[in-house]
């Protein structure tokens, strides 16, 4: 059976009604304090990030559109510029993936505001994929459980242990918290942003997972609006949108070749024809 976020749903339908990207509505906050022992705690997040690895992989055999839009917004709520790009990631005949772009009007957005980071964090740290080779790197603190639609979820505050110096390294960590389903104990919904921020400043993201084919969540809707600091006292206001559809996965063409000298093995095997007893000359 397919399960999702109702709130979701309803995030995205507004979202595609209203245009600008209506944030997902945030219901009142109802965490539950269940206690668990830490053996199961431990258990839960060796799962869900074992879980994510697949996740990646399994993402990583899947085509599917991304429409972001990026806005800066002014006084009265009035947009001040604007990155729209939408686009279909597919595979070539190699089976590798690329971008092939839908629509792309002329950004009318600052250069600050969008950088080459940001266009990384859409498909990156925006999809966070909490992957089991990245757990050392990470603090978690079990949160309690919060039910959310038909879902019943585990909520887990993430960290980083070390923080890399912006200077010095590209990493980049998330920050925030994860919402995990208790039956198929994979990330469904996050809340956080990409750390840490040098030059660049990065907003505060939501995003949305749903079930395809019945087995991975994968992103479906990110949502960002936030006010970014720089360090030059300048202060912009952001608003962030990306919404993921139409999941496909990758199939593989199958070419056929006739050749006289290939037999399907399935077919028995021809009787040989038998040769004939040479005659002894007379004596």
């Known amino acids: 059976m397919r399960r999702y976020l109702t709130s979701l749903l309803m995030a995205v339908g507004a979202a595609l009604v209203f245009g600008v990207g209506a944030q997902a509505q945030e219901a009142e906050s109802h965490l539950r304090n269940v206690p668990l022992p830490a053996a199961d705690i431990d258990r839960i997040i060796h799962t869900f990030t074992a879980k994510e690895t697949q996740f990646r992989a399994a993402l990583n055999q899947y085509g599917f559109q991304r429409d972001a839009v990026v806005q800066t917004i002014g006084m009265g709520s009035q947009i001040t510029g604007e990155y729209h790009r939408t686009s279909r990631f597919v ?143 300048q202060i912009i206001h952001m608003r962030l949108r990306i919404a993921f559809s139409n999941y496909e996965r990758y199939k593989a063409k199958v070419r056929i070749i006739e050749d006289d000298n290939v037999r399907d093995q399935s077919e028995p095997k021809p009787t040989p024809t038998p040769t004939p007893a040479k005659k002894k000359p007379p004596q």
């Open 91 to 233: 595979f070539d005949d190699s089976g590798q993936r690329f971008e092939r772009i839908i629509a792309f009007p002329l950004p009318t957005i600052q250069e600050i505001t969008v950088t080459t980071e940001d266009l990384e964090d859409l498909s990156g740290v925006q999809t966070f994929a909490l992957e089991a080779n990245k757990l050392p790197q990470y603090n978690f603190i079990y949160a309690g459980k919060e039910k959310i639609d038909e879902l019943d979820l585990y909520v887990f505050d993430v960290a980083p242990k070390v923080l890399p110096d912006p200077k010095k390294s590209k990493e980049r960590f998330f920050q925030g918290r994860i919402w995990v389903d208790d039956q198929d104990l994979q990330i469904v919904k996050v809340r956080g942003k990409g750390v840490p921020e040098g030059v660049q400043r990065y907003p505060l993201f939501e995003t949305y997972r749903e079930q395809i084919d019945g087995k991975y969540w994968f992103p479906t809707y990110t949502y960002a609006d936030d006010h970014l600091t720089f360090s030059s006292g």
